[in-house]
């Protein structure tokens, strides 16, 4: 028998989408670990590195006991980035099984598989993205750091169908870095950038996962 595929698994649990379109949201969030990136402001280093080998099934098996019967199953591959793994295995059992499946990536690593919500985070300094997930981005969310600037937010808003929302998302819900946010958005609206939008992170708001 073939062995089976399995993956480095930071933590799972069951919690509440606070970014972003879905924000709100019930979601089983599948944390995987390592990234081939390491912004300064990575708010899981603890995904960088370590994590539980688990096989695909028992990842499964987890999610659908955090999930319980809920009619609209959700989960949110996270990380960490999710696309340094072969996640393919475990997105095809989690749809197979009914889950609707959003990831979160940085979009740098090749490799996109049929998922049903895709959400972009370009990083600096290069904020680069492959045109896979520019194609596929249901949504972005850029980092509110000292390097976002108005060049970075139009180059990317560029970058995405017009469609697609960018968002401006404060770091860790910083005051400062909210401030810098809201002044962000203005010189955006100033310059006649659409679609640019202010994030939050309600998990944080409300205390919640
Ligand atoms: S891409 Fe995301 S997980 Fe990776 S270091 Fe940056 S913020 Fe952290």
């Given at each position: 028998?073939?062995?089976?595929?399995?993956?480095?698994?930071?933590?799972?649990?069951?919690?509440?989408?606070?970014?972003?379109?879905?924000?709100?949201?019930?979601?089983?969030?599948?944390?995987?670990?390592?990234?081939?990136?390491?912004?300064?402001?990575?708010?899981?280093?603890?995904?960088?590195?370590?994590?539980?080998?688990?096989?695909?099934?028992?990842?499964?098996?987890?999610?659908?006991?955090?999930?319980?019967?809920?009619?609209?199953?959700?989960v949110?591959?996270?990380?960490?980035?999710?696309?340094?793994?072969?996640?393919?295995?475990?997105v095809?059992?989690l749809?197979?099984?009914?889950f609707g499946v959003?990831?979160?990536?940085?979009?740098?690593?090749?490799?996109?598989?049929?998922v049903d919500?895709?959400?972009?985070?370009?990083?600096?300094?290069?904020?680069?993205?492959?045109?896979?997930?520019?194609?596929?981005?249901?949504?972005?969310?850029?980092?509110?750091?000292?390097?976002?600037?108005?060049?970075?937010?139009?180059?990317?808003?560029?970058?995405?169908?017009?469609?697609?929302?960018?968002?401006?998302?404060?770091?860790?819900?910083?005051?400062?870095?909210?401030?810098?946010?809201?002044?962000?958005?203005?010189?955006?609206?100033?310059?006649?950038?659409?679609?640019?939008?202010?994030?939050?992170?309600?998990?944080?708001?409300?205390?919640?996962?």
């Amino acid at each position: 028998m073939p062995p089976q595929p399995s993956l480095k698994i930071a933590e799972i649990f069951d919690g509440i989408q606070g970014e972003g379109l879905r924000a709100g949201l019930p979601a089983v969030f599948i944390r995987l670990a390592g990234c081939n990136l390491s912004c300064p402001f990575c708010d899981t280093k603890t995904a960088w590195r370590g994590g539980r080998t688990l096989p695909v099934s028992a990842v499964l098996e987890k999610a659908e006991r955090l999930a319980k019967s809920r009619p609209d199953k959700w989960v949110c591959l996270t990380g960490g980035e999710p696309f340094a793994q072969d996640i393919g295995p475990l997105v095809r059992r989690l749809r197979g099984d009914g889950f609707g499946v959003q990831v979160e990536t940085n979009g740098t690593i090749p490799g996109l598989v049929d998922v049903d919500w895709v959400t972009v985070s370009p990083k600096p300094p290069r904020y680069e993205v492959r045109e896979q997930f520019r194609k596929h981005a249901r949504e972005v969310k850029l980092v509110v750091s000292r390097e976002l600037t108005l060049a970075v937010i139009a180059r990317v808003r560029g970058e995405f169908p017009p469609d697609v929302p960018v968002f401006l998302q404060p770091e860790s819900n910083l005051p400062e870095s909210r401030d810098r946010a809201v002044r962000l958005l203005r010189r955006t609206i100033a310059s006649n950038l659409t679609g640019i939008r202010l994030g939050v992170q309600l998990h944080r708001v409300y205390g919640l996962r």
